[in-house]
């Protein structure tokens, strides 16, 4: 048999107000989820940027270590054992620490500073909008991420401040080391870092392995494993990984946003049944008459569900076009969004699972019509 | 004569349960020939329209059996009911029964949708069908653009259209004055004659009479000649 394929496309038509009301609805929740796990996966991204910029495969942090900006330290000389156990391997230190920074206009900002080896450059920027990595070697020489501008004021090379009241030099300016934790961020020498953070003197807070060309990761993370007896080794995926749990599990992060994106979606299902099942009652008696002449009750549904799937299609396309400005405006007010195409993908199967199931009511509505329906006048 | 398209046998309609029992219809038994227009007269609530949909495989009787086209379908599978009415039974509703988003070609149209027909065909046959009853300029109207005649021209176009071999009326003049009503009359009337079709006609406007070749009169839900 034919389906009546035209019915559903005309219904939705005829009442252009119930259609704008559920495409605003549908929209909505759109907007909501892409816009929500867009931010999501843009604090997710500066959470791990930096391990997932550095160029080191092991990442060996203090024991129970579970996130990036919150590592404990541990003793430098713990490194000379990962040495001995990696062979070909490059093993770096690196170190995060927390400090105060006096500012210009008075008071002082909390930053996190990153200090690593300016001479093999694991751990440092990888995005220079100014100045020189190596410059950090001198004169106590600090980078400072673009990002950081907000809270110490716009800063140039030259330019002088206090880190626990010692004089530190900007040499360089870098891009996308934001932190979830809104702290600024400062690369400088491994040495210098110790030396702004009197309690990290002899230590270091992660020891970062880089294998030999062709080495298989898991066997030296194995053989890492087996010496480095106080510490947790983590392959680069795993610490990024542990760090992106941390924040989503540990933090009110993930129950936040899937709080928010719970709703969007129930905002569009409730939205979506309400305007279809109210369109169905109005047209229970077409769809009584479609029996009459003869429809089987699968395409009577088959309309029902037309209907639902053309508002998602319509409602998600209008939601995708209302995401990009509002994406627009949250990255010009700094935000990162990263929205991959999985994403949108992932938002379109939701947006149509969430009409069909919504328009399920209005199906068993349709199965409930009374057959003498056509005969009133 | 052609011979009997519907024939129904001590057909019985019970609605409710056995405090709210009502009889609708109570053993009516009838035979409808091709060809021949029979009204079906009584008073609201005599049990016409249970009667009509009975016919029309809509309703199941509490008892008795019904034939359509020589095939006993009471016991019929509920999944091939559709299949069958599409093949063979054609609907006039007394409110028209329009798809209110549909143009009236496209109100016409769809039956044949539902048949298969492919859309070319489908059209040509709906134009036709309009044509036959006068409202070949309406063809793109929306229903609520038409007069209750018009509308329910379009419902006769739609039956004409889908050429099926039993046509069922219920009130198709009730919402009519009587000048349209009579030219609706005359249009079922000539559909019976020139394409050999049954039509059944249920009204309690008593003035069609005149214009069909059989009455039967129902009470209390008894048929009688």
Redesign the interface.
Known sequence: ??Y?V??AR??L???RVRLAITLVGISFSAVLILVQMGVYLGMMYNTASIITHTDADIWITARNNRNFDFSLPFPEHRENRAKAASGEAEVEKLILAWSLMKLDAGGSENVELVGFNPDTGIGGPWDMAAGRIEDVKYHRGVIVDESSFAKLGRLEIGDFREIMNKRVRVVGICRGARRITTAPILFTAFKTAQELTPWMARQTVFVLVKAAPGEDVRALKARLQKVMDQEDVYTKDEFAWATKWYWTLHTGIGVGFGFTILMGVLVGAVIVSQTIYSATVEHL??FG?????????P?VYGVILKQALMSGAMGYAAGVAVNFVVVHFYQQAGQMVIQPWWLFAADLVLTLVTCVAASLISVRKAMQVD??E???? | MNGFTIRVSGVTKVYGTEATRVVAVAGASAAFEAGQVTAVMGPSGSGKTTLLSILGMILRPSEGRVEVLGRDVTDLDERALPALRRRSIGFIFQAFNLFRALTAVENVLLPLQLKGIPRREAMERSRAALDRVGLAARAGFLPRDLSGGEKQRVSIARAVAAETPIVLADEPTGNLDSMTGTAVTGLLSSLARERGSTVVIVTHDTRLQESVDRVLWMEDGRLRE
């Open positions: 048999m034919s009546p035209s019915i005309k219904n038509f005829h009442d008696k077409e008459t479609l029996k009459a002449l003869g429809a089987d009750n395409s057959p003498m056509v005969f009133r006048a």
